[in-house]
């Protein structure tokens, strides 16, 4: 009883943080329809940021955080800048544009293991409780996970809803031939949504640091698991993202119960194959 405590907590806990790479990754992937794979190294580039302002220049962990939350989403404009923009002038096919992103990919990979180093990097300056349910556990920080995932979804939520760029995001993403027929700047939208995500993207980062620590293969892991969570939830929905990570997270614990931690990733690949078969539209249906 005690384990299935453990691995359910652990299915929120993990889904929380699930959700907010997923959420990142929808805006970009579903405004822009860029297959943005160097999410998951921004991310990570993201983090170690956080890390060196809060372990080597000695800043407080929460100014370490918005100025490393500030910078990510710089990365994610440039990103947008110097690699996609050029190929979205020239209305370059979607698979270049693929192949372009997994060439960032690589690059930001290295470039984080070059200027940092190969080591796990941890911080041991922000103390945290522990609070036992029998002989099962969590954490503050686990808990702040699922705070910040609700309150970002909520916060993006209501600016897609309530502001003018939102509701413009929302035009874009329905359809960027129209929006563009109407006069609206998709560029600036582009530009916003990449900084957004990004910024989106820091937030877990910030946490995972806290919890596991960071190394410089931590974003193929976040962007594989973003991306099957957009498109098990539905591409396009943010609440779709939302509880496509939900579900992937619960369908990995669940699935530790009698299946090593090793499959974890295939496990992911079989949610994702049937979803493809069944439901390619995702859980939840647009239009």
């Known amino acids: 009883m005690d384990l ?74 440039l990103s947008y800048l110097l690699v996609y923009r050029p190929f979205e002038i020239k209305q370059s096919p979607a698979f270049v544009v693929l192949v372009a992103s997994l060439g960032l990919f690589i690059v930001v990979k290295n470039l984080i293991g070059i200027v940092f180093g190969t080591g796990v990097k941890t911080i041991d300056s922000v103390p945290y409780d522990i609070y036992f349910v029998g002989d099962a556990f969590f954490t503050t920080v686990q808990l702040v996970q699922v705070a910040a995932a609700l309150l970002v979804g909520c916060g993006i939520a209501l600016f897609l809803r309530a502001s003018r760029y939102g509701k413009a995001i929302r035009g874009m993403a329905d359809s960027r031939e129209m929006a563009t027929v109407i006069g609206i700047d998709t560029t600036r939208l582009s530009i916003i949504v990449f900084a957004l995500g990004s910024a989106v993207s820091a937030v877990a980062g910030a946490l995972i640091l806290l ?23 539905g591409v396009g929905s943010l609440r779709g993202a939302v509880l496509g990570a939900l579900l992937l997270s619960a369908v990995q614990s669940l699935g530790m119960w009698q299946i090593p931690t090793e499959w974890q990733n295939t496990i992911v690949f079989v949610v994702l194959f049937g979803f493809l078969l069944a439901r390619p539209s995702g859980i939840v249906r647009q239009g």
Do not use: C, E, K, S
């Open 4 to 77: 299935l405590i453990q691995l359910a907590l652990n299915g929120i806990f993990n889904g929380a943080h699930f959700a907010l790479l997923a959420m990142g990754f929808a805006l970009i992937f579903g405004t822009t329809g860029v297959v943005h794979f160097a999410y998951g190294p921004v991310y990570a580039a993201g983090a170690y940021i956080i890390w060196a302002l809060a372990a080597l220049a000695g800043l407080p962990f929460w100014l370490a955080v918005l100025l490393g939350v500030a910078a990510t989403a710089v990365l994610g404009v």
């Open 211 to 233: 919890r596991d620590g960071l190394n410089p293969n931590m974003g193929f892991g976040a962007v594989f698991i973003a991306f099957v969570a957009v498109i098990v939830g």
